[in-house]
């Protein structure tokens, strides 16, 4: 028989352990950058001490926390982007340009509430009011009759005055022609008659005496509400005739609305 070996001498040291590949340092540490979870799985199977361990787990998890916590750079600009501003249409944009309104010329109408002043202009100017209220004209002198167009004539007076109310008025106008002045009142004379002269010999021939009718004295009455100024009253348009008054107009004295059949203003015309 073969005799035993020696038993192998005593080691001084325990054998080192054999590393494996997952608990090579370098991944560790790439791990526990990169991924911190898994990393701190790795070193606490690796070969490393108890308080390397330690402080790789605590700074792992910091850095892992940390990540969390403050927002990425992506974040940051995007935060830092102002906010864009809303869409402005062209509608929007567009201010409209003012259209001028033009100034309406004022002309006479029916709404005119006030007798405007009209002597001193022609009667084309005062036609639309006159139209609108049924007014009427008539010549400033008794003997000058109005043409048919007398539109250039001028206007010397007017009834009512200016500024009074015209809502149941008939205004009345008196024009003369252009060049012709105004008379002092309405219905004065013109063209005064010439005297004749009187014959160098004049033989007496017994005429007899005409007779004549005496006029009627015009009658001092209370006239009524539609009578003229004044306190003179006619019987009837014959007495008026008569005292060489005719025609009487609105307004004039010895005017009354039972002497203007028409109503026209104007009595004992015809």
């Known amino acids: 028989m073969h005799p035993l070996p020696p038993p192998p001498p005593p080691y001084p040291y325990a ?20 991924f911190p979870p898994a990393g701190i799985a790795l070193v606490w199977t690796s070969l490393w001490k108890q308080p390397q361990k330690i402080v790789a787990t605590v700074l792992s998890g910091l850095w892992f926390l940390l990540s969390f916590l403050v927002p990425s750079s992506e974040e940051t600009k995007d935060d830092a982007k102002p906010a864009p501003k809303p869409a402005v249409t062209a509608a929007a944009t567009r201010t409209p340009t003012p259209t001028p309104t033009p100034t309406p010329t004022p002309t006479p109408s029916a709404t005119v509430a ?40 001028t206007v010397c007076f007017q009834r009512p005055d200016a500024g009074a109310p015209i809502a ?100 004992c015309e015809g």
């Open 15 to 34: 054998p080192a352990p054999v590393r494996r590949w997952w608990q090579h340092p370098a991944l560790i540490i790439v791990l526990l950058v990169l």
């Open 168 to 267: 149941t008025t008939v205004p009345v106008v008196y024009l003369t022609e252009p060049g012709v002045p105004c008379p002092k009142s309405p219905n004065e004379v013109l063209r005064k008659p010439t005297p004749k002269p009187e014959p160098t010999t004049r033989t007496p021939t017994p005429a007899p005496e005409p007779t004549r009718t005496r006029a009627p004295e015009p009658t001092q009455e209370a006239e009524d509400d539609t009578s003229g100024g004044g306190s003179v009253s006619y019987a009837n348009c014959a007495a008026v005739r008569a005292a060489g008054a005719a025609p009487i107009h609105a307004g004039d004295p010895g005017y009354s609305r039972r002497l203007d059949r028409d109503g026209d203003g104007v009595a």
């Open 114 to 153: 006030a007798m405007p002043l009209l002597v001193g202009g022609s009667y084309a100017d005062a036609e639309p009011l006159l139209t609108a209220h049924l007014g009427r004209a008539y010549g400033a002198y008794k003997d000058v009759d109005l043409p048919s167009d007398h539109g250039t004539w």
